[in-house]
Structure formats: structure tokens, C-alpha cells
């Protein structure tokens, strides 16, 4: 396919994929905004550890069941059509995130906004796989993630020149509103953005296989990859569905009585991106780092630097991933975060506490900041990217949106678990051993890429095996 594919194809895959990712973009601002509205979400709605951790957590309940429901409902109505509703929903929540005067509202807000995230986290990447060729999709798919960073990245940067234009996030700012509602709202341009966007790009070629609309695959591969290979290609889509062509369900999912192995490996590579702790760090970095004696303008930066490091790591890896392979990061990265989580943890223990109850770090504390880089760019470097790749791509046709569906709710919902308890912990158990549990994890992960991950560089969706 590669040899005959023109310059005008590429540049359309190129572009359509572009469109896609700006639901990345969204997911990364989305989950990233809240980092710098902690305090003014505890000073405006009276929470304590436990609230807090449910206010920044609410939308991961709604990315859970977005994320579940995305997998299922895109095989009834359409990859194209449910990024459409997510993108309406990315509208809704960040006007309302912002404009919430009670808690309870605030929450409401952030399920549908979490509902968008969850859908977008799962349906951008499996549209990419479906639209991009072989030889590509493993860059473009990683584009993905470097789009989370990067929405990420600008949510940290908005947060940061909204608190100190304000004087800190919980001073009121424009027309008499605290900077932190502003910190929601600066989401609604590229919410628009998006939605506009994806009323031009076509649907997947192959859910219209799915759906038995043959013509109008035909004509969508045709200006994704040729009239010369257009034909083969419908044909070999059409014949990597089930035999008896019945629309997919869940039950694809269990082959002989027993759960799919494939579906096992999806869950697990979900479950342990987020195990190792890395929200975390997106979505508590200025807490964290307050915790350890900086300022609120210093932590706000140094989320900044984060997420800068963030994308450099994913650039990396979208010039490398389809010459070196998903299998050769996923190991990089997971004995990288456990030599940097221990390094980090090593670092907490010995360091004294104030009495505010804030850790002391002193020197040290340089060893934890440059500790913690190195951690988020092993992440970026590895799980970050690779794990939405791999889900994107590793299920058979027939079975890929029910496989997202269980993956993506198993990743969310492990997303949430890790959110929610972090603040209790810190409160509780200390820094130490929070991200001695991380570390812990990480080195669990090491062992489930060596026995269970299977490369899929170069592989046609059409040759994915259940």
C-alpha cells in the first residue's frame, strides 16, 4: 500500500488525523485545568481531603463510563458522529465547570465533561488506527499523545498567567469572576474548535463495512489510499469480520468459554499506565510540589516545565515508534519510572518535616525535581503514547469497540481510583509511601511486557489476532 499511495493521500490522512487529535488536545486541557483550581475549588465549595479528591476525580467517573460507553455506541452510530457529541459535551462542561456554585453542580459538570474525555480518549486514537496506513500509524496515532501533552501543556500555562495576573487562582479576575473559573473557560475556544472541524472529515471506512455501506467505504478508501488498492483493501476488511457478518457485541469478546486473551493484555496495559501514578503529577503537581516547601507561583511553573519535557518525550518516540516497535518503549519506559519513582521515594524518607507538616527537602529537593522530569519523560517516552497506540490497533475489527470499551473502562476507572486516593494518602500515609506504591507498580509492569505484550509494528488491522 505504502508504494502506491500518492503525496495528496498522505497529506489528507495527515490532516483528518490532525482533526482527531484536537480531542486529545481537549482531553489533556480538560484533565489538566484542574490542577491549578484546587484551592479555589476548596476555598469556594468548603472541601475537605476526601471532597477535594472528589472534585478533582468526578470526571474520571464520567471518563469511565464515556469511555465504555464510546466503544459501544461507535460501532451503532459512527466514529465521526460520537466525536461530534463529545465535542458538544467538551462545550457544555467547560462553561459550566466554571460557572458551578455549589459543589454538587460543579461535579455535574465535570461527569459530562469526563463523559467527553472518556469518549475522545478511546474513539480519537481507534479512528486514526482505521484511517492511517500501516507504515504510518504508529506515528500518527502518537500524535495523539502529544496532543494530551500539549493540551496539558496550555491548560499549565493558562493556569499559570491567569493566577498571576490575578494575584493567585482564588483572586477574582475578569468581570468579577476568580481566576480559577477562567482557568475553565479559556477550554471553550478549542472546544468550538473541534467541533467545527469534524463536520469535514469523512467516517471510518471500516465501521461503514461494519454497517454493510460498501459504496461509501469504497469511496473513502479510495481518497485515503488509492482506487488502486481501494478494492483489495474493502475486500480484506470485509473478510476480517466474523463469518456470519452479525453486528459486533460484547460476547465477541469471549472465545470458548474464556475471555479473550487479547482482552486481558488490553486491560492490563490500561490498569498499569495509571497504576504508576502519573496523574498524579498532572493533576496534583501544584499541591505536590507546595507539599515540599515551593510557592503556588513556583509549582505552577514547574508544571510548565512538566509538560514541556512531556512533549519533547513524545516527539522521540513519533520518530521512532514504527522503526523500533511498541514492545522496545513499553520496556524502556517501565524500567525507566522504577528507577526514578524509587529514586524519588528514597528522597521523601529521608527528608525531615516542617512544622506545618509540609516535608523539608533542602538540597535534596533539586534530586526530587530532576527525579520526577526524568520519571514524566520515561512515561511520554513509553505508556504516555504507545498504550493508546496499541489499543487503537491490536483488536481485531471485529472486536475493536467492544475491546476499547473494557480497556478504556478499565483504564479510567483505575484512573480514578488513583486520583481519589492520592489526597487521602498524602494526608495519611505520607508522600513516601503514595509513590512507593507507584514504584511498585512500575516494576509490576516490567513483568507484564516481557510475558504479555505482543508487537504489533507494521501489522494491518486486517492481521490482528483475537
Known amino acids: 500500500m505504502q ?3 500518492s503525496q495528496d493521500n498522505i497529506v489528507f490522512i495527515i490532516l483528518i488525523s490532525t482533526v482527531a487529535t484536537i480531542g486529545g488536545f481537549l482531553f489533556g486541557f480538560d484533565s489538566g485545568v484542574i490542577n491549578g483550581t484546587v484551592e479555589g475549588l476548596s476555598l469556594a465549595f468548603q472541601s475537605e481531603s476526601i471532597g477535594e479528591g472528589f472534585n478533582v476525580a468526578s470526571m474520571l467517573l464520567g471518563c469511565a463510563v464515556g469511555a465504555f460507553s464510546a466503544g459501544r455506541l461507535a460501532d451503532t452510530i459512527g466514529r465521526k458522529s460520537l466525536l461530534i457529541i463529545a465535542a458538544v459535551l467538551f462545550v457544555i462542561s467547560a462553561w459550566g465547570s466554571g460557572i458551578a456554585s455549589s459543589s454538587m453542580e460543579f461535579i455535574v459538570f465535570r461527569i459530562l465533561g469526563g463523559l467527553a474525555v472518556g469518549a475522545a480518549s478511546v474513539m480519537a486514537p481507534a479512528y486514526i488506527a482505521e484511517i492511517a496506513p500501516a507504515h504510518l500509524r504508529g506515528r500518527l496515532a502518537t500524535i495523539q499523545q502529544i496532543a494530551i501533552i500539549f493540551g496539558l501543556f496550555c491548560a499549565f500555562i493558562s493556569n499559570y498567567l491567569l493566577a498571576k495576573a490575578a494575584g493567585a487562582s482564588t483572586e477574582t479576575f475578569w468581570l ?3 481566576a480559577w473559573r477562567w482557568m475553565f473557560w479559556i477550554e471553550l475556544a478549542p472546544a468550538v474548535l473541534f467541533f467545527v ?4 472529515i469523512p467516517e471510518s471506512p471500516r465501521y461503514l463495512v461494519i454497517k454493510g455501506q460498501q459504496q461509501q467505504a469504497l469511496a473513502i478508501l479510495q481518497r485515503l489510499y488509492g482506487k488502486a488498492v481501494s478494492g483489495s483493501k474493502l475486500t480484506e476488511i470485509a473478510d476480517s469480520l466474523a463469518n ?4 459486533p457485541t460484547l460476547s465477541d469478546l469471549v472465545d470458548g468459554g474464556k475471555v479473550r486473551t487479547i482482552v486481558w493484555v488490553g486491560i492490563g ?3 498499569f499506565q495509571q497504576l504508576v501514578g502519573i496523574n498524579v503529577v498532572f493533576y496534583y503537581g501544584a499541591v505536590l510540589w507546595q507539599a515540599v516547601g515551593y510557592s503556588e507561583s513556583d509549582s505552577l511553573m514547574i508544571n510548565i516545565i512538566v509538560g514541556a519535557v ?3 518525550a513524545c516527539l522521540i518516540t513519533i520518530s521512532l515508534i514504527d522503526k523500533i516497535g511498541r514492545k522496545p518503549f513499553l520496556l524502556i519506559g517501565s524500567i525507566g519510572m522504577s528507577v526514578t519513582l524509587l529514586v524519588i521515594v528514597a528522597v521523601f524518607v529521608n527528608a525531615e518535616t516542617g512544622k506545618d507538616g509540609n516535608l523539608m527537602l533542602g538540597d535534596s529537593g533539586i534530586v526530587a525535581l530532576i527525579a520526577a522530569n526524568a520519571y514524566v519523560f520515561f512515561f511520554n517516552l513509553s505508556w504516555g503514547p504507545v498504550m493508546w497506540v496499541m489499543l487503537g490497533e491490536m483488536f481485531p475489527n471485529q472486536i475493536r469497540g467492544s475491546g476499547l470499551a473494557v480497556a478504556g473502562f478499565a483504564q479510567w476507572t ?4 488513583i486520583t481519589m486516593t492520592f489526597p487521602i494518602m498524602l494526608a495519611t500515609v505520607g508522600l513516601a509511601t503514595a509513590y512507593g506504591f507507584y514504584a511498585f507498580c512500575a516494576l509490576l509492569s516490567v513483568i507484564f511486557v516481557v510475558n504479555m505484550v505482543v508487537e504489533t509494528k507494521g501489522k494491518e488491522l486486517e492481521s490482528m489476532q483475537g
Open 3 to 5: 508504494t502506491n499511495q
Open 176 to 178: 468579577g469572576y476568580q
Open 197 to 200: 472541524c469534524l463536520l469535514f
Open 244 to 247: 456470519d457478518h452479525h453486528k
Open 269 to 271: 496495559l490500561a490498569t
Open 310 to 312: 512531556s512533549i519533547f
Open 414 to 417: 483505575s484512573n480514578f481510583a
